[in-house]
């Protein structure tokens, strides 16, 4: 039997864990970095007969998490593949601070985190299976706010901006190979997750946007993990995946 393998980052919560739980399928292999192992997902993968590997994984070093991924990805047989996905999802929101009061270290964790690691291991996925005859897609989620400029946001901002437009490079990059993989960078919409709750409780005067996203919470417009995991792998599955390299699940 062929399996879809699937890459997933930030798979430790939030929608992260949603979609690596609903990934978990027989024909499917599964492989998740995150800053921690999760014992209760390994569980679900049993029940699901899926295969898993988890990965305890530090991707403000993105350099040897991709030497990681390409060995890895050097030993399994394609043969054994009907298709190959790499979603990066993780990211890191720094202190909600303007940019001149920022921590220099967390600015450059989210800035790793959230952009560095995407583009090295996006290359080292590419590269290792640049020879596969099946189809390859990569998966980038980005943030409305890579695309709307909010402050006291610039790093997440900066980061999700950098991924939209490196989607777009690649998406160049891969048109011109006859098997180049598929690649989109989607926004997920507005999610109850613990970002929304570090955005609702910061100091007003640091944050200006405050009121809006409180808004958004108590005006019940903020997705669950579940849903938007959901939607995001709708759109991964759709026929004109990559069609548009920028997109928005709300489009």
Same mark, same amino acid.
């Given at each position: 039997?062929?399996?879809?393998?699937?890459?997933?980052?930030? !798979?430790?919560?939030?929608?992260?864990?949603?979609?690596?739980?609903?990934?978990?399928?027989?024909?499917?292999?599964?492989?998740?970095? $995150?800053?921690?192992?999760?014992?209760?997902?390994?569980?679900?993968?049993?029940?699901?007969?899926?295969?898993?590997?988890?990965?305890?994984?530090?991707?403000?070093?993105?350099?040897?998490?991709?030497?990681?991924?390409?060995?890895?990805?050097?030993?399994?047989?394609?043969?054994?593949?009907?298709?190959?996905?790499?979603?990066?999802?993780?990211?890191?929101?720094?202190?909600?601070?303007?940019? $001149?009061?920022? @921590?220099?270290?967390?600015?450059?964790?989210?800035?790793? &985190?959230?952009?560095?690691?995407?583009?090295?291991?996006?290359?080292?996925?590419?590269?290792?299976?640049?020879?596969?005859?099946?189809?390859?897609?990569?998966?980038?989620? $980005?943030?409305?706010?890579?695309?709307?400029?909010?402050?006291?946001?610039?790093?997440?901002?900066?980061?999700?901006?950098?991924?939209?437009?490196?989607?777009?490079?690649?998406?160049? @990059?891969?048109?011109?190979?006859?098997?180049? !993989?598929?690649?989109?960078?989607?926004?997920?919409?507005?999610?109850?997750?613990?970002?929304?709750?570090?955005?609702?409780?910061?100091?007003?005067?640091?944050?200006?946007?405050?009121?809006?996203?409180?808004?958004?919470?108590?005006?019940?417009?903020?997705? $669950?993990?579940? @849903?938007? !995991?959901?939607? &995001?792998?709708?759109?991964?599955?759709?026929?004109?995946?990559?069609?548009?390299?920028?997109?928005?699940?709300?489009?």
């Amino acid at each position: 039997m062929t399996q879809h393998l699937y890459i997933l980052t930030g !798979a430790s919560r939030g929608m992260g864990l949603a979609m690596a739980e609903q990934l978990l399928a027989p024909d499917h292999r599964l492989l998740c970095l $995150s800053r921690q192992v999760n014992p209760a997902l390994a569980a679900k993968a049993v029940e699901a007969a899926c295969a898993l590997e988890q990965w305890p994984c530090d991707l403000s070093q993105g350099v040897a998490a991709a030497a990681l991924l390409s060995e890895w990805l050097g030993r399994l047989d394609p043969a054994t593949l009907a298709s190959a996905t790499l979603i990066n999802n993780a990211g890191v929101i720094p202190s909600i601070v303007p940019l $001149s009061a920022s @921590d220099p270290a967390e600015l450059a964790q989210a800035l790793r &985190v959230g952009l560095e690691a995407p583009m090295l291991l996006t290359a080292a996925f590419l590269r290792a299976t640049e020879s596969w005859e099946q189809p390859r897609k990569v998966l980038n989620i $980005s943030s409305g706010l890579g695309r709307r400029a909010m402050a006291s946001q610039g790093a997440y901002c900066a980061a999700k901006a950098g991924m939209d437009h490196f989607t777009r490079c690649l998406a160049l @990059d891969e048109a011109r190979k006859t098997n180049g !993989a598929r690649t989109c960078s989607l926004a997920p919409g507005v999610i109850d997750t613990d970002m929304q709750v570090t955005l609702r409780s910061a100091a007003p005067n640091a944050f200006p946007d405050q009121d809006n996203f409180i808004g958004l919470k108590t005006r019940g417009m903020l997705s $669950s993990p579940a @849903d938007a !995991a959901s939607r &995001v792998l709708a759109w991964l599955d759709r026929p004109d995946f990559g069609t548009n390299p920028v997109a928005d699940v709300r489009d």
